[in-house]
């Protein structure tokens, strides 16, 4: 009976933590990917995309030992194979005190276009989610169960872009997968659902581009970026978003270099909570 009661409150702990810990790239304006399996690469000119993400989120000292956190990596590489298809791959290395998952994302996406610019994305992709749990940070809860575990999920997203407008919607986990050990439900991934809105506005033969834009999600609650975008001569772009049910300022920078490779990075702080997130991006698309 104790051990029962012990896996039980295990496995409490550990879908809860996943779920209050969905990774939540802060430079995504024009880089929706993750969000949104439709997205393309922001330069339409390019055919291919690579990039690396990095997110490191700091907690209070004095938290330090409730809360562990690694860094989360996001690699992502998309590939138009011509005007109409494109195909996309992703990894993601997302990790815990006591269990970590390495997920694989396998895409495509098919791309309609009319007029001069006027553009239709659908996008669908795989999930495979290699969860690895580690029982020797346990001492009270023994299994014989293997340490790795496969769950799948599914992906789906809608993209429209017409001049400076882009407007698109997504769901993530569309059949909130679960992973089980002994009969006991250890990880429920959670149906995520976004929306995203933008226009960018183009001044002085667009030396000067203002874009405001706004990110919905709903996972077990809703919440919503408001921000804005400004970029210089398509060189640096500067960005303010506030997510405002958490109160959470999130300020980012990119700049292009080379013509071909683009870095990025943010920081966030909350009025609300105590954490602080730094966000890195580097990315190089031909």
Same mark, same amino acid.
């Given at each position: ?47 291919? +995309?690579?990039? !690396? ?5 700091? *907690?209070?000292?004095? &938290?330090?030992?409730? =809360?562990? $956190? ?46 001069? +610019?006027?553009? !239709? ?5 795989? *999930?495979?989610?290699? &969860?690895?749990?580690? =029982?020797? $940070? ?66 002085? $033969? ?81």
């Amino acid at each position: 009976m104790k051990k029962i009661l012990l896996t039980a409150i295990l496995g409490l702990v550990l879908s809860t933590s996943l779920a209050q810990n969905t990774l939540r790239p802060n430079i995504y304006f024009q880089n929706m990917h993750y969000y949104n399996t439709a997205a393309g690469i922001e330069d339409t000119s390019a055919h291919a +995309s690579f990039s !690396l993400y990095a997110k490191y989120k700091f *907690v209070p000292s004095d &938290n330090e030992g409730i =809360w562990k $956190k690694p860094v989360n990596l996001y690699f992502n590489h998309i590939y138009h194979i011509n005007a109409k298809n494109s195909v996309n791959v992703s990894y993601i290395y997302d990790g815990y005190s006591y269990y970590n998952r390495n997920i694989v994302y396998l895409g495509y996406t098919r791309m309609f276009h009319w007029g001069k +610019s006027s553009r !239709l994305n659908l996008g669908a992709r795989a *999930v495979l989610n290699f &969860n690895g749990f580690d =029982w020797d $940070k346990f001492a009270s809860v023994h299994s014989s169960s293997p340490a790795m575990k496969l769950n799948a999920d599914l992906d789906f997203g809608v993209q429209y872009q017409w001049k400076g407008l882009t407007v698109g919607a997504s769901g993530k986990n569309l059949f909130a997968s679960s992973v089980k050990i002994d009969g006991m439900r250890y990880i429920q991934d959670r149906r995520e659902v976004y929306g995203n809105l933008s226009y960018n506005f183009g001044l002085f $033969k667009r030396k000067l581009e203002l874009a405001p834009f706004v990110l919905l999600y709903a996972e077990r609650d809703f919440d919503l970026d408001a921000g804005l975008n400004v970029s210089l001569f398509k060189r640096v772009s500067v960005s303010y978003a506030i997510r405002v049910l958490e109160l959470r300022s999130i300020y980012s920078i990119r700049g292009n270099f080379m013509k071909h490779f683009q870095i990025g990075a943010a920081v966030d702080h909350s009025a609300i909570y105590s954490d602080v997130n730094i966000d890195f991006l580097l990315a190089y698309r031909f």
